[in-house]
């Protein structure tokens, strides 16, 4: 492609700046071939007529390439487009992550940013690194995850100036491994690896100009992991800057651990260490700067201390470091004084404070300290001498000796911290974090940055092999053939450092060198390497050289290098060190193996000593000396061999100005340190090939307006791509086609981008030309039709006009008419009233002549009537008397004739015939008759025979018996006797019985009514106190209401607090389980389940020792109780008995003989009773009968007066109760709020004591109504023991009683009504253990089809009720303990099925419920029937277990939460941002960013679907629908949160399109909500803020109206959360404009002024709402509760 086609006019350029490096200019006549000058318009207007001297200034990216996340992508890839994209995104986006390949640049904000919280962790963990916002975190988890899919070491490598911000991108990324690999083993390992941070910060690093946190060292960090889990750490160290600890330029520190022991002087542990201001020591007082403005030095030290602690070191070592540090600064205060003006000798004074500190401290002779401080020691073959120093040298060996010092406790302090953080078990793989200092060019450069700009040449090395590696192994792998290009090898530069005669040998020869100097050092170096390219000498005569880096040209000053290199200090005052008597200072000195020594000879005391040397004073140890050099060398090369065996990410940091102002850009800073640290390398390589890639689905999308109708016609992408590109690309060399991806030269994808917009630019146009026809014909048509109306409405106007005048000429020939009508009608009405009056008195006159008339005929026709009618009555008469008499006389005649024919007939013979042949029937029928009674005469005597027969054998048996009852006749006498003995006994017994329980009953009813008077006034004097204190509770009430909305809201704080108490309690629970199952398994198996007595023994032994210390109640009580065990065993033998001797009577009573059923057996043995005697005891049998009708009418009455009494008695202690709870309130009310103005220790220790004597009192109260209960119980039962003592005495003493009766129970037997079930299941102490195991450890609901899904509640609840019902209220809370801890370890093994921890949730809140329902509390009764409130419980207190389920629901409703959390989490982001319902809508994405190729793993649908299966499993399982509310609106909390959150940490999502998207996917979700009937369930609500950041992405940017209008939109949003979107958004390309920085800048003062939404950035998603768990009363009777055979309970008896 020709320069012309690309350099035309409006196309952008940069061109140099002296200012800002590189300016935009646009070009205002297009260039042609042979122009030697380009026409440009500059920014400002001004014209710029640039020369073309070499080449062309390079062109402008597309707008909507520049600021993309990964600079590599730009399609223009050179200098100026990375500092402009990282400009705009720096400024404008507050981005201060961008990717270059495979860096990641990191831009110092000098600002706290929101972006590292432990959201943002989990946010980014798990996914590529393309998927999110360039961040520290997406590096790292993609170290993280290549270690864990490849089981290959990783390294991060971190360098730049500094205050780039190097040691803060360390820690973070070390926070990010400990907080995702999580520790195996050591829990603390994690807190441990971080707490060597401020540990290496305090003693490495230091304030600089740069920088007031600066590593003065570097460091690499290893992570060792196994099993994806942190193991431990090891941290190796490279060149400390020991030269700070005795000398500091102007505004800089010394290391921060001084300034932190001068700031804490005064605790007491530090007071004996001489310690003052930081300002009193020569060591910290040089750079004039004691305090920095970004540290607290107290507060580090004790985070300092902290660490250590942590890491193992005690506070007793811990203190010996300090008298060490200490003793370093009292050094450098010691005053050297010289002999004489020449400085031929120096001295110490005696008397010097310094001096005796540091000796003190140390535990050294000061004298000794003093000699070797002014001298020196000089070893020969045969003889040593003492050599005085000048007073430099004196300074400059003491100096030595504090570096020497200070470098053996860092490397002592490096060495503990990697003791610390080992691991025994060792690693498998390992990260590695290389915090290592950047490239350094400063005015003055020393021994330092010599080694500094060394690493950094060996650290670029190796980062130009890997990227090119990576970059060849790209195009291998999509068979791009591509010429394998050079680039810059530092290989010379690095030879001419470490070579054969290099920098560092020269060096290394010189410092062994007697009289080694840097003067000769420095001229051996221009004669050596004077011929090197990479090599120069200055100008101006002075002993330093150049060395011609990578990233530029470094002048060093070679004054000090040969004693740096050398790092000598004075073996005798080493030697002091080493017989101190300071432990840990001989410590220091023992372990150094190879350190450099001066010399080494043997104390002397005299100036001059001769003798034979020892082995330790010859000098043969000056060959295995290693100088500084040699060893950071070797270390040097041994990291440069571990990061090659590992795969390497580099991050770069850049520090954007001097001045540490947040997000301020110097843009000659900047291209400084990118030169510098090899971002325009990784740039240039990638230039020199195909920088730009797509894939051929992205290329598609995006430049489908491109292709023509003919290519789309293929099938095949690849095929399609290509016939577009060699279209549009006529070049075939600009492009290439690899496997899965097109790969275009630098500047093809702006030119396609300029295609694209000019054919959408074209299609716009079209689009324009038929919308605005269509607009002008559109309002063309509106015109006509207006006109048309106009029209329609005038002359409907003037027809209106017309028709209201033909109206009133109508209306008023109308009212004309009509008046005239009225007139004439009047007129006619007065003549018409007048005849009628006249016709009216004239026919009245008529018709009451004519009444006359009728009157009169009227009577004379009633007169006539009456006078006829007589006439015809007589008449009639006569005829009727004479008609009578002729019928009787005929009559008369033929009775007479009728007589006398029978008389004839009856002597005729027929007649006779007629009368014989009726008695012959007669005497057939007689003769049958009698035929039959003979056979039944015979039938009668066969059977009268048989019964002789039996009757004569039955006789004979009986009189053998009666001879043997004749023989005992006196015996029966006497039992006669007793019978009647008996008789009489029994009639005066029940007289005096009756009598005496009469009297009994009345002295009861006496004292029942004394009683009920005596409550009756105790109640009205707690009603007139009541009234009392009613006005003082009123006054309360309305303090009270006044500050009610304060305590609501404390009450949900509390509760949220509660909650996060119980998740906490939950957690230490599981580890209290995860500690005992150890000690189980190392004891051994112990006997699980204990039996337990089931009720209180009645043994009185037993009783006196498990009484001690109980008061007299106490004692009272329990012997109540074991009086009633013992009545209730005897009443259970009594009926046994008597049942038993029931049992063979009544067989004998249903023998089928008739004559044993007419006969007395009295009669048939011949001992019948006289009829006297009969009668005697028929009246005694009847006496006792109506005896006994009375006692069971008195005992009825009985009943009735007690359990009347026995309610106004509860009542009346109801009405107590309630006046307590009333006073209680009262009271707990006033203590609230007491404790916001006192102490709110005490006022807790108050109101708890207050609490436990209500709770005192109640248990006193209770115990006092079991008492009365059972001493009724008492009573009666004593009576029926008597009762059924004597019906068994009437029964006779021969009868036995059974030794085998078979009692269900120790507890007393409470008598039911028959028939009716008590709703228990009968259960033992050592069945406890199979109730569990059956209905929650083994319960599978699945194998029990039908049954109730709270079934184990239920079971539970009625074994619990066994246990009120027994009074064993320790047999009842064990059973629940024992079913918590069970749900507990169910929970724990399948707490990642949601189904079970739904079943049990449920389970729990209806035994929480059954506890509630069936409670004394009578609030809770009023869904209950008259059945159920049949089944309360009477003895057992819930209260205490309804605490525990209430906790232990809560719990299981939060692993709910966190099971559905982790079936949903993966779902969320694809689903909701990642689908798209909406196709056609992603080719708006622009160009460049690092989007996943795959397809959206989960869609909509699938989420909602998982969200109605988890709602359908809490139906399910009977959970309440309010519960099943809050966890909806709880799981679509985190829905919402995770999807804004996401969507404010990508940038690609940030666009109108995808707010399209995402609005239409938040209206599915709603409309699923009020489908399933949940719009009233809060879940709404928690969606806002994400409905609200959609419209964000929608509505119009441009204006300050838009501002004003987007601030009152966005009132669920924080402003941090609003300007991140605005800063993100991304705008379509030729369609919106880019945000301008003023409207954000609007923006955010609109939101400061309205001060509204919370501050964080990201959405808390670990937030749990308090959960409210409502009381719902069961429907179902318990007596109707069927439990399935499988469940296996048939030892469980149900009463």
């Not at 090898?489 to 470490?498: A, G, M, V, W």
């Not at 057939?924 to 019964?947: H, V």
């Not at 006496?1183 to 006994?1188: I, K």
């Not at 009477?1434 to 709910?1456: F, K, R, T």
Request: neutral net charge.
């Amino acid at each position: 492609m020709a320069a012309g086609d690309l350099y035309v006019q409006g196309a952008r350029v940069w061109i140099p700046d002296c200012v800002e490096v590189w300016r935009v200019a646009e070009i205002t006549r297009g260039y042609k071939e042979g122009d030697a000058i380009l026409h440009l318009q500059l920014e400002d207007g001004s014209a710029l007529a640039y020369p073309i001297e070499f080449q062309l200034p390079p062109l402008c990216n597309p707008d909507c390439l520049s600021g993309t996340d990964d600079l590599v992508a730009l399609s223009y890839l050179h200098e100026p487009a990375v500092l402009h994209s990282l400009r705009r995104r720096f400024l404008e986006a507050n981005a201060i992550y961008t990717y270059c390949g495979i860096i990641l640049v990191a831009v110092n904000p000098y600002k706290p940013l929101p972006i590292y919280e432990e959201e943002v962790i989990y946010a980014y963990s798990g996914h590529e690194m393309g998927g999110m916002d360039p961040h520290i975190f997406a590096l790292a988890e993609e170290a993280y995850k290549q270690m864990v899919r490849f089981g290959k070491n990783q390294s991060l490598i971190i360098s730049g100036e500094s205050g780039a911000g190097k040691t803060v991108s360390a820690k973070y990324a070390m926070r990010y491994f400990t907080a995702v690999g999580g520790c195996l083993g050591d829990s603390s390992m994690e807190e441990k690896v971080l707490a060597s941070s401020p540990i290496m910060e305090a003693f490495g690093n230091a304030k600089t100009t740069r920088n007031d946190n600066s590593s003065r060292f570097g460091k690499y960090i290893e992570i060792g992991f196994s099993q994806m889990h942190v193991t431990g750490a090891t941290i190796k160290t490279y060149l400390l800057e020991k030269s700070r600890v005795t000398f500091q330029a102007k505004a800089e520190r010394n290391y921060h651990i001084f300034y932190q022991l001068c700031a804490s002087a005064t605790l007491p542990e530090l007071q004996g260490l001489g310690l003052r201001g930081a300002e009193s020591f020569h060591y910290t007082c040089q750079g004039q700067c004691t305090a920095a403005q970004s540290t607290n030095d107290a507060a580090d030290l004790d985070s300092t201390r902290h660490a250590f602690l942590l890491l193992g070191v005690p506070e007793a070592d811990q203190l010996e470091l300090f008298s060490i540090l200490a003793a370093i600064l009292h050094l450098g205060n010691i005053v050297v004084r010289g002999r004489d003006r020449r400085g031929d000798g120096c001295f110490v004074e005696p008397a010097d404070e310094a001096l005796g500190l540091f000796c003190a401290l140390l535990g050294v002779e000061a004298s000794q300290v003093m000699r070797w401080l002014c001298h020196s020691k000089l070893v020969t073959a045969g003889e040593t001498y003492l050599k005085p120093l000048s007073r430099q040298q004196a300074l400059d060996s003491r100096d030595a000796l504090a570096k020497h010092m200070y470098g053996q406790v860092f490397r002592w302090m490096v060495s503990r911290v990697n003791r610390a953080l080992r691991s025994l078990e060792g690693h498998h793989t390992s990260i590695g974090i290389l915090d290592i200092y950047g490239f350094e060019m400063f005015e003055l450069n020393s021994f330092e940055q010599f080694c500094i700009n060394y690493a950094n040449e060996k650290l670029q090395q190796l980062f130009n092999l890997h990227v090119f590696k990576l970059e060849q192994e790209e195009y291998v792998t999509e068979e791009i053939p591509w010429v394998f290009v050079d680039f810059c090898d530092n290989q010379p530069c690095i030879e001419l450092i470490e070579g054969r005669l290099g920098i560092l040998d020269l060096l290394n020869e010189e410092c062994k060198m007697p009289q080694g100097s840097d003067g000769s050092w420095a001229q051996k170096l221009y004669q050596t390497h004077v011929s090197s390219s990479h090599f120069q000498k200055p100008k101006r005569p002075m002993d330093a050289f150049v060395v011609c880096h990578f990233a530029g040209k470094v002048e060093y000053q070679c004054d000090g290098f040969v004693e740096k290199n050398r790092d000598a200090v004075p073996e005798e005052l080493v030697g002091l060190l080493r017989a101190s008597k300071s432990a840990l200072l001989a410590e220091l000195f023992l372990e150094e193996g190879d350190g450099p020594m001066s010399l080494q000879s043997r104390r002397s005391s005299g100036p001059r000593v001769a003798g034979r040397p020892s082995r330790r004073s010859l000098p043969s140890s000056q060959k295995s000396k290693k100088s500084i050099s040699s060893q950071f060398k070797a270390s040097l090369n041994r990291l440069m061999e571990t990061l090659g065996s590992t795969t390497a990410h580099y991050i770069r940091c850049i520090k954007p100005n001097d001045g540490k102002q947040p997000f301020v850009f110097d843009c000659r800073r900047v291209v400084e340190q990118l030169r510098a640290c090899g971002v325009l390398e990784t740039i240039r390589i990638s230039a020199s090939g195909y920088p730009s890639r797509w894939t051929y689905q992205e290329f598609l999308e995006r430049y489908r307006a491109l292709v023509s109708r003919e290519e789309l016609m293929g099938t095949d992408k690849k095929q399609i791509c290509s016939l577009a590109l060699e279209r549009l690309l006529q070049d075939p060399s600009k492009y290439q086609c690899g496997k899965s991806k097109v790969f275009f030269r630098a500047g093809q994808v702006a030119y396609l981008e300029e295609l694209r917009y000019r054919r959408l630019r074209a299609a716009c146009t079209l689009l324009q030309r038929h919308l605005r026809g269509w607009l002008a014909r559109r309002h063309f048509g509106q015109a006509r039709a207006a006109a048309v109306c106009l029209q329609r409405h005038a002359r409907g106007m003037l027809a209106r006009r017309f028709a209201r005048t033909l109206r009133r000429t109508r209306a008023a020939v109308m009212l004309q008419k009509t008046l005239r009508t009225v007139l004439a009608r009047r007129s006619y009405l007065r003549v018409r009233q007048a005849v009628i009056t006249i016709q009216a008195f004239a026919r009245g006159m008529f018709a009451r002549r004519l009444y006359q008339q009728m009157v009169w005929h009227q009577k004379a026709v009633v007169i006539q009537a009456a006078v006829r009618g007589w006439l015809a009555r007589t008449h009639y008469a006569r005829l009727r008397g004479a008609v009578v008499y002729l019928q009787c006389c005929y009559r008369r005649v033929r009775a007479c004739r009728e007589l006398r024919r029978l008389r004839v007939e009856a002597r005729s013979v027929e007649h006779y015939k007629q009368l014989h042949r009726g008695m012959e029937i007669k005497v057939i029928q007689l003769q049958c008759r009698l035929d039959e009674q003979a056979q039944e005469k015979q039938r009668l005597m066969e059977q009268l025979s048989g019964l002789n027969a039996a009757h004569a054998e039955e006789v004979q048996r009986l009189r053998a018996e009666m001879q043997r009852l004749r023989e005992d006749v006196a015996r029966d006498t006497q039992v006669q006797q007793l019978q009647e003995r008996l008789a009489e006994l029994e009639r005066h017994s029940v007289k005096s019985c009756l009598g005496q329980e009469v009297e009994e009953l009345r002295q009861r009813l006496a004292e029942a009514e004394a009683m009920k008077l005596q409550l009756g006034e105790e109640r009205d004097a707690l009603i007139q106190r009541m009234l009392e204190q009613s006005q003082d509770l009123e006054e309360q009430h309305q303090r009270a209401a006044r500050e009610s909305q304060g305590l609501l809201q404390e009450l949900e704080e509390e509760r949220a607090r509660y909650q996060s108490l119980v998740q906490e309690y939950t957690r230490l629970e599981q580890g209290y389980e995860n500690l005992r199952d150890e000690v189980a398994f190392h004891r051994g198996l112990e006997e699980r389940w204990q039996p337990v007595p089931e009720g209180p023994q009645p043994s009185g032994e037993a009783a006196l020792n498990g009484g001690v210390g109980q008061d007299s109640f106490e004692k009272a009580y329990l012997l109540l109780l074991g009086q009633l065990n013992t009545v209730s065993e005897e009443l259970a033998r009594t009926r046994e008995e008597l049942r038993r001797a029931k049992a063979p009577v009544e067989p004998e009573e249903r023998k089928p003989l008739d004559f044993l059923k007419r006969r007395n057996i009295a009669e048939m043995l011949g001992l019948g009773r006289s009829p006297e005697k009969v009668a005697v005891d028929d009246d005694l049998k009847h006496a006792y009968d109506a005896v006994q009708v009375a006692n069971r009418l008195l005992a009825s009455q009985l009943r009735e007066e007690k359990q009347q009494h026995e309610e106004e008695v509860e009542g009346l202690h109801l009405d107590i109760c309630s006046l307590k709870q009333l006073s209680q309130q009262q009271a707990a009310l006033i203590q609230d709020l007491q404790r916001h103005q006192g102490q709110e220790g005490l006022q807790h220790h108050v109101l708890r004591l207050k609490e436990e004597n209500w709770e005192l009192a109640q248990k006193l109260e209770k115990q006092e109504r079991t008492a009365l209960k059972l001493q009724k119980q008492l009573r009666a039962y004593a009576k029926q023991i008597q009762e059924l003592t004597v019906k068994r005495e009437a029964t006779g003493s021969a009868q036995e009683m059974s030794a085998s009766a078979v009692v269900p129970s120790r507890s007393p037997v409470v008598p039911s009504l028959a028939g009716l079930s008590q709703a228990m299941l009968a259960w033992k102490m050592e069945d406890k253990g199979r109730i569990i195991k059956a209905i929650v450890t083994d319960y599978k609901p699945q194998s029990n089809p039908g049954a109730l899904p709270d079934l184990p509640a239920y079971i539970l609840f009625l074994c619990f009720r066994h246990a009120d019902h027994c009074c064993d209220e320790p047999r009842a809370r064990s059973l629940l303990d024992a079913a918590i801890d069970a749900i507990k370890r169910v929970m724990k093994k399948h707490s990642d099925d949601f189904d079970v921890v739904a079943l049990w949730l449920g389970n729990t809140c209806r035994l929480l419920n059954c506890l509630r329902q069936y409670s004394q509390d009578e609030s809770y009764w009023q869904g209950n029937t008259a059945r159920q409130n049949e089944h309360r419980l009477q003895n057992v207190d819930p209260q205490s277990s309804c605490h525990s389920l209430g906790a232990l629901a809560v719990q299981l409703y939060q692993q709910l939460i966190r099971t559905a959390e982790k079936d949903l989490k993966p779902m969320i982001v694809a689903a909701m941002l990642e689908s798209e319902p909406i196709q056609g809508l992603s080719s708006s994405c622009p160009p460049g960013h690092r989007r996943s190729l795959a397809a959206p793993a989960h869609t909509l649908p699938e989420l909602l679907q998982q969200l109605g299966s988890f709602r359908a499993a809490l139906d399910r399982h009977g959970l309440a629908p309010s519960v099943g509310h809050q966890a909806l609106r709880q799981l679509l909390f985190l829905v919402s949160g995770t999807t804004l959150n996401y969507l404010l940490l990508r940038k690609d999502t940030c666009s109108w399109s995808r707010g399209i998207q995402l609005r239409y996917n938040i209206s599915q979700l709603e409309q699923w909500l009020r489908a399933e009937g949940l719009q009233q369930s809060g879940a709404c609500e928690v969606l806002e803020p994400l409905v609200q950041a959609a419209q964000l992405l929608q509505v119009k940017k441009v204006t300050e109206e838009d501002a004003g209008a987007l601030c009152s939109l966005c009132t669920v949003l924080s402003p941090q959360q609003v300007v991140k979107i605005l800063r993100a958004y991304t705008p379509a390309v030729g369609l919106e404009e880019r945000i301008s920085p003023s409207f954000i800048s609007s923006v955010e003062q609109l939101l400061d002024q309205h001060g509204r939404g919370p501050s964080q950035l990201l959405v808390d998603t670990s937030h749990l709402f308090p959960v409210h768990l409502p009381f719902t009363a069961s429907p179902l009777h318990l007596d109707e509760l069927r439990i399935p055979d499988a469940l296996d309970l048939a030892f469980l008896v149900r009463l």
